[in-house]
């Protein structure tokens, strides 16, 4: 039976996984229950403005990703604002903490150069983040053992002011997870890639676009014209596996299947042989269980003529943690997008929820007038909580020829965009290799 790959689920791993098969001449379709492709990093509308599910920064050291669009046909300079590493972090107390790379130098020292120099941080703070940095690349970014970050953090006498204003903000960008449950490997994994190796890794690259149109777009019409079916509104309603393969709603053959659904939706999947794989006892994620963490993303529209001295400033002391001007980033004036991560569930409306971080962003930036309308965009189950010697599933199961791709599965990487894309290009490998 020639190869023909059902992946099921149009997030960032399913659509890596088709391309890379597609783009192997390997016959693929793509099932998604959804309307829409994407999974979280899609664009919605809202008042004839396209938003995003949730704000999203990629970086340099996103190597997968990049490639991906790459494949894809995506011009890179037009879709995405590259910044060198800035970090502009606003106290409410109107104390302002900002480190700038050192475009002059390699890394590591592009960043070492950058603490020393970072403006509104005490020189004792400093020189502790530098010495944490040199420790970190003497040990390879390798911890003996794994630990919460919070109490790393303190072991290695970091100050309360970087820890607030740099490690803090780092972390919660990353794993979206709070310092007290965060793993500190997987946090050092992305320092480490971002850090460590090329200066350019540490990039932050700002999308210019919605993200349906940067990625879902653009990797689904790369699909298409490699022969690639993508069905959406369809339900998985039954997998069987037979002789030669899988049997889905018992009508649609296939030779592999990818299941690259988010984990919580695969509580209801099961694979006896030649048996159904759904509605049955959850065998493929048993002993895997994840806890969740949310992203609330509040839209706030001023004027046109409104606009923030950086594209992108962090908050400290608030409940909002970056604020992102639309404006500068891709042309939507006086539009921004303010993220709030990992928090615990609020006890107010969106309105009233607007109406709090509106107050905030005009104490931080006092030339603000009333927005003219807001937009709550909350997501309970954004990413999986990145917590300490987290046991995560391989992307083998134990049904051959049947595989899971997501950021969730094993990886030494957070919930991320780049996790996903990397998931889904192993499961691609697989079903080749197979």
Known sequence: MPKHVVVIGSGMAGL????????????????????????????????????????HILLGAYKQTLALLKLASVDENQALMRLSLHLTMLDLSKNTFSLKACSSLPAPLHILAGLLLAKGAPLTARFSAIKLMLWMKLHNFKLPQDEPLASFLQHKNQPEFIIKNLWEPLCLATLNTPLQFASTQIFLNVLRDSFAKKKTDSDMLLPRVDLSSLLAEPLAAYIRKHDGKIKTN????????????????????????????????????????????????????????????????????????????????????????????????????????????????????????????????????????????????????????????????????????????GDYTCADYPATIEGAVRSGMACADLVLNS
């Not at 783009?23 to 999974?39: D, K």
């Not at 895997?288 to 992108?312: D, G, V």
């Open 234 to 405: 369809f339900s998985i309603k039954s997998i069987s596996q037979t002789n030669s393969g899988f049997l889905l709603n018992d009508e649609h053959v296939f030779s592999h299947v990818i299941i690259a659904c988010a984990p919580h939706q695969l509580g209801n999947v099961a694979a006896p042989p030649r048996h159904s794989l759904a509605g049955g006892n959850p065998v493929l994620m048993e002993n895997f269980a994840f806890h969740y963490q949310p992203i609330t993303t509040i839209y706030l529209q001023y004027a046109e003529s409104t606009k923030l001295p950086q594209a992108m400033t962090g908050l400290i002391g608030s409940l909002a943690q970056w604020v992102f001007d639309k404006g500068q980033l891709c042309g939507q004036h006086g539009l921004m997008a303010v993220v709030i991560s990992a928090h615990v569930p609020f006890d107010m409306s969106q309105t009233a929820l607007a109406a709090r971080v509106a107050e905030e962003l005009k104490n931080a930036f006092p030339q603000l007038k009333k927005p003219l309308w807001h937009k709550v965009i909350a997501e309970k189950r954004a990413t999986f909580s990145c917590q300490v010697n987290l046991p995560r599933p391989s992307h083998v199961t134990p049904y051959p020829q049947l595989y899971l791709a």
């Open 16 to 55: 890596a996984a088709a391309c890379m098969l597609a783009n192997r001449g390997i016959q693929v379709t793509i099932f998604e229950a959804a309307p829409q492709l994407g999974g979280r990093a899609r664009g919605v509308n809202h008042k004839g403005v396209k938003l995003d599910n949730g704000q």
